[in-house]
């Protein structure tokens, strides 16, 4: 399995940015997807994620109403838009999948077994 994402860059607060999250070597479509962060000197946190059949989702309080997952199965690829960026969002983003799993545990770093190589986003004030 491998996933590439990409995307990240250096954007002033308030602006907005897409990442992608491109998927190979299992059946796409069987997975959920899920984005995560890690800013200096934090732990690797959860951002947002959404079920293999693209119809759930769910998001961390911080980003809610601002940050939109999504899949595309045909082109097995994940997607991040990033509107009204803060400062505060400014962390490598990975994406990870795992099988299908409970709803309750989308948002736990545990339940994921393949991860990206990260993207970075940087958020200027």
């Known amino acids: 399995v491998q996933l590439q994402a990409s995307g990240g860059g250096l954007v002033q607060a308030g602006g907005s940015l897409r990442l992608s999250c491109a998927a190979s070597?299992?059946?796409?479509?069987?997975?959920?997807m899920g984005w995560f962060r890690q800013a200096p000197g934090k732990e690797r946190e959860f951002v947002a994620a959404?079920?293999?059949?693209?119809?759930?989702?769910i998001y961390a309080n911080s980003v809610k109403g601002r940050f939109t997952i999504s899949r595309d199965n045909a082109k097995t690829t994940v997607y991040l838009q990033m509107n009204s960026l803060k400062p505060d969002d400014t962390a490598v983003y990975y994406c990870?999948?795992?099988?299908?799993?409970?709803?309750?545990?989308?948002?736990?770093?545990?339940?994921?077994?393949?991860w990206g190589q990260g993207t970075q986003v940087t958020v200027s004030s």
């Open positions: 990870a999948t795992t099988p299908r799993v409970a709803f309750s545990a989308l948002a736990l770093l545990s339940s994921y077994d393949y």
């Open positions: 070597g299992r059946t796409f479509r069987d997975w959920d």
């Open positions: 959404i079920r293999w059949s693209g119809g759930t989702t």
